[in-house]
């Protein structure tokens, strides 16, 4: 049976599946009256140019809405991913009586929303005979698109962003070209974003000695394969001359503020020799640095990994830290800390909260034989959550603690559950103490092989959903 004769015979009674809501209120309120004017016809669907989308505030749901077509008996729908045209994934299938729907939302999505009205019985009302086909996208519109085989920092100097643009700016790599950066390149205030075009094929970046993105805004990198061996620089720098404007945004203490986030998703970075993320000698509270589904290989034999933190803050710190379904590793044991910050959130004011979150990663042989993590301990306004990830020779014996510089204390908010602590051949859960709820901790043997980067866990960590889930067995990416 096709996905149309599917729909045809789908119920008419209104479901709630799969994460799928049906919304009617704004639309029918039971008293039938948007059904007489019609009687005896063949529907026709709704006009897909009429077709609406709402984002929620945070994106993550999404509201579809058409137009009413009188005397119908509901609509049959049927929604799709489309990032690869050739191999369309059916997400939700559903039959509304109503005019919207409300389901999850991905961004950097292409998507197709198939609607057939249904017929109405009661009004001699036969379907409609086609379809209403509406293609639609969650992606930042492109600004300007950078061609295949360019100099990154060159082409920003010949097509530099216009001084007076206050808009989010987003370039578009062309899905599996190659790219180089030879230099620091310096977006100064403006919002940016670089990106493969394609979420299913990255666009390939190899920075150059001494390159590096430098700015004081919100900046993005998205779906690039980044090859770090030859820079011995951060992949972004925050400027060391941060604009006045940015200055005491909250509190009066001096601190320069980055509202907007800072994200790497859906990146591989290659032997990458100092921090993915660092400011120097400027004061800043970054609000929000997200890190998702990406995969850095930290290099110990570039004489910089051993000394640089991954994520570094010399005289600033970030607000809200989170990395998720990431994996981060070094092929042998190395001594970087993972977060280092020089300032915290009480050089802005005392009620201002800080927040590390590890969900659903990988990480090995980082920081070995010290406290994971360096910054002020202890507060009351930190909070620190570790869920579903594995842990292999990473930090002391005590890594949990390390997330706080090694203090066992109850100030911090934790939120700790479902982790695997594997060090020196040998399960390390019982050495994850010091706060009130540990949670639960898996024994077993991981299984990972960072020396290889083998990162398949073992059955139980799978089965537990823990680690990076791109390395799991059945995992489609």
Not at 140 to 156: N, Q, R, V
Request: net charge negative.
């Amino acid at each position: 049976m096709d996905i149309h004769q599917f729909l045809k015979k789908a119920s008419l009674c209104p479901i709630i599946a799969l994460g799928l809501t049906v919304s009617c209120a704004d639309h029918y309120d039971g008293n039938e009256s948007w059904s007489p004017q019609v009687k005896n016809a063949t529907l026709t669907s709704p006009e897909a140019d009429k077709i609406s989308i709402t984002s929620s505030a945070d994106g993550s749901s999404m509201t579809i809405a058409w137009p009413v077509v009188y005397g119908a008996g509901g609509y049959a729908v049927a929604l799709y991913n489309v990032n690869d045209p050739d191999n369309p994934v059916l997400l939700k299938t559903d039959t509304i009586d109503g005019c919207s729907l409300r389901t999850d939302r991905e961004e950097d999505t292409n998507y197709s929303l198939n609607i057939r009205t249904l017929g109405n019985p009661k009004y001699n009302n036969s379907e409609a005979k086609e379809s209403t086909e509406y293609k639609f996208n969650t992606f930042l519109p492109t600004y300007a698109e950078i061609p295949d085989g360019s100099d990154l920092k060159e082409w920003f100097e010949a097509n530099p962003i216009p001084e007076d643009s206050t808009s989010h700016l987003c370039y578009d790599l062309t899905p599996g070209g190659s790219y180089t950066l030879s230099g620091k390149i310096d977006f100064g205030g403006h919002q940016v974003t670089l990106r493969s075009s394609s979420k299913a094929t990255y666009a390939n970046v190899v920075m150059g000695a001494g390159s590096y993105f430098y700015t004081y805004a919100g900046f993005t990198l998205k779906y690039l394969n980044i090859d770090a061996e030859a820079t011995n620089k951060p992949i972004v720098m925050f400027s060391d001359e941060p604009d006045e404007s940015i200055k005491n945004l909250i509190g009066e203490k001096g601190c320069y503020f980055i509202m907007d986030p800072v994200v790497v998703q859906g990146c591989v970075i290659g032997k990458l020799g100092s921090s993915i993320i660092a400011s120097n000698s400027a004061k800043y509270d970054v609000r929000v640095v997200s890190i998702n589904n990406t995969v850095v290989e930290v290099d110990k034999t570039i004489p910089t990994a051993n000394s640089a933190a991954f994520v570094y803050m010399k005289s600033g710190f970030i607000s809200d830290f989170t990395i998720k379904n990431s994996t981060v590793f070094s092929r042998e044991h190395s001594d970087c800390f993972f977060i280092q910050h020089g300032g915290r959130p009480k050089d802005v004011s005392d009620e201002e909260q800080r927040y590390t979150n590890i969900i659903n990663c990988t990480l090995a042989n980082l920081a070995y034989g010290k406290n994971f993590c360096d910054y002020h301990n202890g507060q009351t306004t930190y909070h620190y959550t570790l869920k579903n990830t594995i842990v292999q020779d990473c930090g002391k014996a005590n890594f949990l603690t390390g997330l706080n510089k090694g203090q066992s204390s109850d100030n911090p908010i934790w939120d700790v559950n479902n982790n695997t602590c594997w060090r020196d051949g040998a399960d390390a859960s019982a050495s994850q103490t010091g706060i009130k709820n540990p949670g639960l901790w898996l024994t077993n043997d991981p299984g990972l092989d960072p020396a290889n980067a083998q990162f398949t866990p073992a059955a139980e960590q799978q089965e537990a959903g823990q680690g990076d889930p791109r390395w799991y067995e059945n995992f489609d990416n």
